[in-house]
């Protein structure tokens, strides 16, 4: 079964940094297509980032561009999400998604393989 585990969500305050991780139990995930998703409350679920698998690119919510970066270490078998100059409207739980399609989808459904969630909170 392929589990993934996200991990280093936190309060932090407006105008800070966080780095998500997701750890995946793949024997080797590099050419798994890798996305990140967030549900802030009352809301529904968004497509934030996304990473192709084989080195076929990123693609970004137009919300966090710029801000976000999205990255994996194929060795470790781990997606990061580096999120910059955060603002409240960030608070949410970011879930881990893995697929098997050879670029980024921005639709949930695209995505069999999910994580249980890391809740992050920025201050204002």
């Known amino acids: 079964q392929f589990q993934l585990v996200e991990s280093g969500g936190t309060l932090v305050q407006t105008g800070g940094s966080l780095q998500l991780s997701c750890a995946t139990s793949a024997g080797t995930i590099s050419r798994y297509t890798m996305g990140w998703f967030r549900q802030a409350p009352d809301k529904g679920r968004e497509f934030v980032a996304g990473i192709a698998g084989l080195g076929r690119g990123t693609d970004y919510a137009e919300s966090v561009a710029g801000r976000f970066t999205i990255s994996r270490d194929n060795a470790k078998n781990t997606v990061y999400l580096q999120m910059n100059s955060l603002t409240p409207e960030d608070t949410a739980v970011y879930y881990c998604?893995?697929?098997?399609?050879?670029?980024?989808?921005?639709?949930?459904?695209?995505?069999?393989?999910w994580g249980q969630g890391t809740q992050v909170t920025v201050s204002s």
């Open positions: 998604a893995a697929s098997t399609r050879s670029t980024v989808s921005t639709i949930q459904g695209a995505y069999p393989y």
